[in-house]
Structure formats: C-alpha cells, structure tokens
C-alpha cells in the first residue's frame, strides 16, 4: 500500500515515529518515559479544558478512587485490566493511564487486553508521547502482531493525523480483520483522503484477507460521498449494500439518503425513504433537513406532517423542529414560523435552549413588527437565558427597523452579568449605524478595548463597517491600515463601506490593492466595485471588472450577475444587460427584478411588462422588489392603467402587502398622468403617512402640469416633514416660479438661505479615452465648446427648434433666459462630445438632475442633425436620442 506524507503533527515528539523503528527500551524506562508524558499531559488537560476530548478528568488519583482502593497489593492481571477497562469505558482517560503506571511497576506483564485499553484513553486525551511509548511496549513484549493491538494503533496514528505509520503498521499485520480496514479507512477520511479511502476500500474487495465490507464500512464512506459530491461512487455503494444484503439496514438507508440529499439528489433520497420500512426519527430528520435546505417549504412541511401518520409513525425530536426550522428562516414566513411553533408545542416537543433561541432568531428574521413581539415572547417564558438567547433576540430587533431596543436590550444583557460577544457587539454596532449614533459606536469600541477585544476579527469588522457607515472614512482606514491580520472580511467591510457611501473612486482604489496584494477577492468584493463602477457611470470600468468576474469564475454567483445587469443598464447598455440574464441561471427572482428595472429606467415598460408575466410562467413567484420594478417600469412607460391592475393583483393574487416603496411608485405615476384626485384619494386611503419622497413626487408633478393649488398645500406638507433639505425649497420655489410668484420665489430663497442650504448645480460628465470630463451649467470658460453648441443651435433651428424658455426659473428678459439656456450642462457635454468622438460613436451623458424641457427638445434635434445616437441619463430614468426622437415617447 502506498504510504502518504503525514499532515503536520499535533504530537510533541515527531521523532518517535514508529515507521523508524527506535531500539525497544526497557519496560522501567518506558515506565518513566508514560510519567513524563503524563505530567506534561496533567498540566495540558483540565476541568476546563477537557472538553474537547469528552474527557471528565477525575483528580483522584487510580490509588485512591474507590475501585481500585478494593484491590490488594496482590491483586492478579484480570484486575488490573477490569480497572484500567473500567477507567477507558468511563472515559476516565487520564486515570486510565495513571493506573497502566503503577501496573508497570507491578510484576504483572501488560497482555493483548491491557495495551489497547491504554491506546484508547492516549487518544481521548490527545497524548501522542504515550501512546508511542505503549507501541513500543508492544513491541518488546512481542505483542505487535496481535490484531487488538495493532488495530488501536492503526487508529491512534489516523486520530493524530501520522498516515505513514497507520499505512506501515496496517501493512505489517500479518492478521487483519474488517475492524483493521475500517480503522484505517475513517483515519485516511478524517484527515482528508477521500480518494485514497476509497482506494483502500477497493483492496479490501479483492484483498486476500476473504472480508466482506459490513454496515460500519458503509456508513463510514457514504457521508463522505456526499460532502465530496461524489454521487457516482455512493451509487457504487448503494449497488453494494443490495448485493451484500445490507441495504434493509436502518442506519445503511440513513447513509444513503444523507448522502443523495448532499448531492442534490432528491428524487432517489425521497425514493431510499419510501421504501424504508424501519424509519426512525433520523431517516425523517434526514430527508426534512434535506428539503429544508433546497428551500421548499411546503414540501418540508408536507413531510413533517407524513412523520406522525400512518402505521409507523415517528414523534419528532428537537432535531426535528431545528431542521424545519430553517427553511423558515430562508423564506421568512411568518405564519410559517407560528405554524411549527404550535405544532411543536401540540406535539410536545420539549422547548430546550437550543430550540427556544431558533424560534427567537426564526420570528426575529421575519420583517413584521408582531414577529418581533412573538420573538419576545418565547424569551420571556424561557426558564434559563444565554448569551444565544440575548443575541438572537438583539439581533432581530437591529436589523428589523427598531435599533434604539436593540441597545435597550443589550444594556440590559450586560447589567444582568452576560458577556457580550462578537456576535452581540456586532448587533450593537449595527443598531448605533442605523441610528448614526457615532458616541454610542465609540462607548462600544472603548467597551471592546477595556475588555481586551480587539484581537477579535469578527469584533474588528465591524467596528470597520460602524465607522465608514457614520461617515468616519477617516477614522475606518486608519483602524484599517493598523490591522496586523486583516482578512478578507476586514477588506470588504471598507471596499463595501466606501462604496455605499459613494467613496466609488476609494472603493476602486481599494480593489486594485487586494487584488494587488495576492488575496482572492469573494463575490462581496466583486459586488461592491461593481456597484462603485455603477456610481461612476464607467462604462469602461464596468467592462473591465465583467472581465475579471469572467476570468475568475465569478459570473456562476447570481448576486455578481444581478449586480452587472444593474450596472450595465444604468451606464446606458440595456443590450449588454440583457446578455447577461440570458447567459445565466434564471432560476433566482434577482436576476428578473434587476432585468425589469432595467428595461423600466430605459422607458421600456412593454418589455419589463413581458419580463414580468414570462417570469411567472416559469413558476418564478414576484417578491416585494419586483414589484417595485415593475410599477417603476409602468410610471416611467406611461402605463397607468398596466401599473394600476398589477398594484392590485400584488395584493389579492401574490398575496405581497404593499409598502411605503409601492405607493410612492404608484402616487408618481398617478402624478404624472395629471390623475391628481386619484393620488391624493391614494394618499389618504394608504395605512402609512406618507414620507417626503411621496409629497416630493407629487410636488413635481404639480409644477409640470401646472397645478397650482394643490401644488402650494404639497409644498406646505414637504417643508413641514423635511424643512432641512435644499432640494425641497427647490421645487417648491420653481412651482412659484412657473406662475411668476416671484414674492414667493423669494420668501424660498430667504429661508434657504438663513439655513445655510445650497441649491445643487447642474452637472454633466461624460467619459472619453478613460477620462471622465465635467461640465457645470454656465461654465463660460468654454469657448471652443460654446462655440460647438451655436452651430448646432443654427442647424437645429432650421429644423424647428424654439428656445423653451420657460424652464428657466428667474425673473429675467427673454434673451438673459435663451443665454442660460445654452449653457445647460447637457448642452455643453454634448458640444464636447462631438467635438472629441469619433463620427457615428453613441455619445454617454450622465447627468445629476432632471433634464428640461428645453434641453431635452434640443438635443432630440440633435440626434437627426448628425445622425448619431445620443444617451443621456438624468436621476429619474435614460434618454435614448435617435433620428430626432426619444425612447421616452415625451412622457418623463
């Protein structure tokens, strides 16, 4: 058999390898050699240290505990065994070894009994030195060649990861048996070696030994099978078990199944099952955790149900109601979590801690504000709280809408003498972000520092992530650039952290470092730059990120996927997002919604329309964001009547409830299409008070189509929720302004002006030969570009075009306004680009506020006059000018 180079040893003594056969030593010294081993091995394992090993230490000592207290100074080898196998079986290992001590020193020889007992308890406490100095025990006492010996010797080399001389000592035994091969194969698989488990597994077929693989080999290599996705060598398995009569064997089936459900192989697990006449609750438990996590939660359900019916019924167990339970923390459901909670308590499936803390954490996670109450409520009613308990329950509070409870409630774990750990700090600084309460986030670092936590990575992050989120970048890189180990996490939190605070360029920066410095980016790293070159509207970027998504295999996660198809339609590419979705798995509800969204800001809506009922033809159900997507499509498509049904059906047939986020979609839309009754009768009828982002939309609208009045009480609302954000004043000046209220322009403008707010420029940029250039409405020290923009203000005149000079909002002569008008960002980047371009190049235009009228009529002209394709993108949506038309039918 071929021997394996050995992992790095846990043992303090490489050099006793057995595979270099040291001279045998005499019994006195191998005495004194286990002493020394065993003071050393005292000191390592402690009550509080025991754990690891199931090991309870008893500090008596073998002399004086009360079975050994019984034996008399001239007490024979049957009792010294009986007490050293007492010891092993009461897994009492190190009082075992203490007892093989003083035996030594008896003039009693250690027999085929003794020597494997002893092995045992050296690997229940991890002393490899021991163990070593017992096989060399066996060797001088001529003892190796005994089955029961070698055979612990097999597993206490496999145990400490020595392969080479688990492989020399099995290949020395001039007697195996099946305990001998399946020693050696759970030692090969527990250090990693599937394949050459499976190789040994072979031999014993056809080995000379005449041994037939029983339950033990199979169900030692079927789990195996199934972690290494390796279905066709289980299917050999299966095949195995019918031939050998194995495979009516309960914990064979178990095996079997396990190993399907891991492959992804329902159809044959749910067929194992069946066909199981002995179902125990681990068959049942199995195949439920199974489809849990395929995420089918009626399915699962359905076999939770089928557990307690029929002839051979089983009562669920804790495991049970655990496995269940996740998928409903994968769907969120709430009436599902209610459903399992009182068929566990009907069942009387005992409530333990561990069962009670995934109940919390299930109601938690759903999105309800009574979800959050009946998550309170199984923690009231629990006899003994842990710190899982307080961190499930601190969690859902933080990251379900209600932060400042969650610092309530750890306040309140502390006074109460639990100690916080990485998982309750990180739910903490998470509530102190949502609330941006920069002084609460440093009492926790101050907490974290006092407390000796700052080695603690997972503590680290988020302190990153708290930081960079409460606009402290500062304060974020220089944490950052002090860790020693930072890793891949610590990387994400600052490339992610930069990115949502529209840092894109830092985000950038920060991506070509890691990458740079030799780390493998994940698909975090990934989604965020994308998202960084989406900020910039880098289409060049974007493109070279695609790339590198392309050369490391990235493109196979539908988050990196999701987050291109948003990236290349919001830099003008509707074409290239749509390849996209069609190389990719349609099977996630991401993908469309992002698609619809697409289609939508290009004022496609016909086709986001079809997107839409395609994806339920496939069985793909809408969730909450798809249909923010679609009525967005059917607002910036014009089509209210479309928007209007799906808003209902989204209720009565989807049976999603609509949120803040869908009715602002559905009043915009109602705005626009000057159906101003119906959007204030929505208003009032909507079980929420409506935001700014609603009164915002609406206000808009008003000034567009000229309604005055219902205008001038919008206003009067927006100023009353929001009185300290500039835009506001903005449009509530411009509606005055459109009807030449110039007193009320001004009495805008004061208080503007009194709280130090500042009207946003109008900007354009456009991207040419890697560089992006800027261009701000009225910049005159453009004169080659302003020049650009009079000729084509000649040519598109004599096509029809007429200075709209309404749009310009102040108190001015006609002239002063037509000057202003020609110097619109827009205008001035599209001089620029034709300028620059080549002739027939698509010209990209960006812009941070909505385009005017004037400007839009303009550059519709534009477009015919040098036949060329010009796309511009305000905030609201994409402009795709072409041979004198806009692909948003003049509805925006």
Known sequence: MTMMSPPPSPSPSPSLHVGHHHPSPPLLHLTT????????????????????????????????????????????????????SKYTKNNLCYEAILAFQHFLQTDHTPDNFTLPCVIKSCIGIQDLGTGLAVHGIAVKLGLISDVYISNALVT???KFGYLEDAVKV????????????????????????????????VELLVSEDDLIPDVVTLVTLLPVCGDEKDVLVGRMMQSLAVKLGLYCDTMVQNALMDMYLKCGCMVEA??????????????????????????EVEQTFQLLRNMQSGRNSVKPDQVTVLNVLKVCLHCSQLLKVKELHGYSIRHGVECDQFVANAFIAAYARCECGSSLCLAENVFNIMKDTSSSSWNALISGYAQNGNPLKAIDLFVKMISLGFKPDWYSIGSLLLACTELKLLRYGKEAHGYVIRNGLETDLHITNSLLSFYIQCEKPLSAKIMFDGLKNKNLVSWNAMITGYSQQKQANEALNLFRTLVSSGIQPNEISVTSVISACTQLCSIRLGKSVHCYTLKNSFTTDIFVNSSIIDMYS?????????????????????????????????????????????MQRLNMKPDHFTFISILMACNHGGLVKEGLKIFNEMQTIHGVMPKLEHYACLIDMLGRARRFDDAMLLINEMPEEPDARIWSSLLSSCRVHGNMELGKKVADKL??????????????????????????????????????????????????EGKVYNFFAGDKALPDIHDMWRKLENDITRRGYKPETKCVLHELTEDEKVDILRGHSEKLAVSFGLLRARKGVTLRIFKNLRIC??????????????????IVRDNKRFHHFRCGHCSCGEYW
């Open 156 to 158: 206490m080399y496999g």
């Open 570 to 614: 919001k830099t003008g590419c509707i074409e290239a997002s749509q390849n996209v979705f069609n190389q990719s798995d349609k099977n996630h509800i991401g993908l469309w919604t992002n698609l619809i969204a697409a289609y939508g800001i290009h004022g496609n809506g016909n086709e986001a329309m079809k997107l839409f009922y395609e």
């Open 853 to 870: 009228e004037d400007c839009h009529n303009a550059i519709k002209l534009v477009s015919k006059a040098v036949d060329r394709e010009i």
């Open 270 to 295: 749910g067929m194992i099952l069946d066909r199981n006449e002995n179902k125990n609750v681990v068959s049942w438990n199995s195949i439920i955790l199974g489809c849990s996590k395929e995420g």
């Open 33 to 84: 050699t286990i002493t020394n081993s065993q003071h050393r091995t005292h000191r390592l394992v402690s009550p509080s240290t025991n754990s690891r090993t199931n090991s309870t230490p008893n500090t008596q000592s073998p002399s004086n505990s009360p079975l050994h207290f019984q034996l008399s100074a001239n007490n024979n080898l049957y009792h010294w065994n009986a007490l050293i």
């Open 719 to 768: 100023l009353q929720l929001d009185p300290n954000k500039a835009e506001n004043y903005v449009l509530s000046s411009n509606l005055f302004a459109s009807f030449s209220k110039w007193d009320d322009v001004r009495i805008m403008r004061q208080r503007m002006k009194k709280l130090k707010l500042k009207k946003e420029v109008g900007c354009s940029w456009i991207e040419f």
């Open 170 to 201: 099995f290949d020395e035994m001039p007697q195996r048996n099946l305990v001998t091969w399946n020693s050696l194969i759970l030692g090969l698989l527990e250090n990693g070696c599937f394949r050459e488990s499976i190789d040994v597994f």
